[in-house]
């Protein structure tokens, strides 16, 4: 078994900052690209920023300048740093990671519970 768990979300102002961090833990031999995903109310769910094992990294147009995705492959976790948020950043964050288990060496994609962002103007 594989988790993701979420945490750092909340109500910020715009302008405003936060820090999402994702902890993958379990029955993990390793861990390919990890990202963060999110979706508004009745939008689609949307890629907002993935980071490859190496620290390779990819962002969304709409968050490029605004917002950093780091990894610390020592403790299997995943950060984004969001700076100059702005309500359009408001939704439900959600961290994924491509995981290789140490059972069965079965690669698949997992996801966390998501957290709330909610970004007031």
Known sequence: ???LVESGGGLVQAGGSLRLS?????????????????QAPGKERETVAII?????TKLVDSVKGRFT???DNTKNTIYL???DLKPEDTAVYYCNAEVLDSI???GRDYWGPGTQVTVSS
Not at 23 to 38: E, H, L, P, Q
């Open 1 to 3: 078994q594989v988790q």
């Open 22 to 38: 994702c902890a993958a833990s379990g029955s993990i031999f390793s861990i390919n690209d990890m990202g963060w995903y999110r």
């Open 52 to 56: 490859a094992p190496g620290g390779e």
């Open 69 to 71: 995705i780091s990894r």
């Open 81 to 83: 740093q969001m700076n």
């Open 104 to 106: 069965l060496y079965n």
